[in-house]
């Protein structure tokens, strides 16, 4: 184990093929949340942004929950507490992270579990496994991104269901709602999500961070200025590039055609 947070409740494992672990690890309370783990799983998702080693993260939970929310049993601590900090707010850390997250649902994504899940880019998740937004039953007001991303992912209507009846949304519902990418057997998630990895971490790493980036801050704006958004940033990869690297682009893509035509 590479790092863990007092009481070994966030989990960090670096493998050697550029891929973190981040697993959150309070099984016997369904890995619900207290302020110091949300603390620390916010400062995972920094120190392994900067961590040049690390080039997709994998987050998951230990046991029988992915994450079952907040401990309500500290309730006042959390929600009371300095929710504008940005050192330790967990979704905005996974948001400004620039690595591709893919995170690996087993059992129970529960209201901040729920928005974890969310703040994602990739997601996998085992049969059975259950998303619920039980803000509007618990008197609890979102602050993590539940009252706005989930409408522009599955659809306005579906969201509303979702959150006002505080129903449980199934993994195989969420991945016909084009929320989950893939949904498999519970043993299988975690081979799964690796694979996922594996397959960007063999890509051109600093296009994989410009393309992530390009995406999450296109999706927030209208569709034009978003083309625009896209366009520039292009130019700006293209300007920067140097007469050495179109030359190893062109020998790439000529090497990938010469295979192609052999194999026919």
């Not at 050697?16 to 099984?27: C, D, F, H, K």
């Not at 969420?174 to 999500?193: I, T």
């Not at 034009?224 to 690297?245: F, I």
Request: proline letters at 3%; one cysteine or more.
């Amino acid at each position: 184990m590479d790092w863990a947070s007092p009481e070994n409740l966030i989990l960090v494992k670096r493998e050697p093929n550029g891929v973190a672990l981040v697993t959150i690890n309070r099984p016997a309370s369904l890995n619900s949340l207290t302020r110091s783990m949300m603390v620390d799983l916010a400062q995972a998702f920094k120190r392994l942004d900067r961590d040049e080693s690390v080039r997709v993260i994998i987050l998951t939970g230990s046991g029988r929950a992915f994450c079952s929310g907040v401990d309500l049993t500290a309730a006042e601590d959390v929600f009371k507490g300095d929710v504008k900090d940005p050192e330790s707010d967990t979704v905005l850390q996974m948001e400004r992270c620039r690595k591709p997250i893919i995170g690996a649902i087993k059992g129970f994504a529960i209201t901040a579990g729920f928005e974890i899940a969310l703040a994602c880019d990739i997601l996998v998740a085992a049969k059975g496994s259950l998303f619920m937004d039980t803000h509007a039953r618990f008197g609890i007001f979102p602050s993590w991104g539940l009252s706005q991303k989930l409408s522009r992912i599955i659809g306005v209507n579906r969201a509303r269901e979702v959150s006002l009846t505080a129903m449980p949304l199934t993994a195989e519902v969420a991945e016909r709602l084009g929320f989950v990418n893939h949904v498999v057997e519970d043993g299988d998630v975690l081979k799964k999500s690796r694979e996922i990895a594996e397959a960007i971490v063999k890509n051109n790493q600093d296009l994989v961070l410009r393309y992530k980036a390009v995406i999450n801050d296109g999706i927030k704006l209208d569709l034009g200025t978003a083309l625009s958004l896209e366009k520039e940033r292009a130019v700006d990869y293209y300007n920067g590039m140097t007469k050495e690297q179109f030359r190893k682009m062109q020998e790439f893509i000529a090497g990938r055609g010469s295979k192609k035509q052999s194999k026919l």
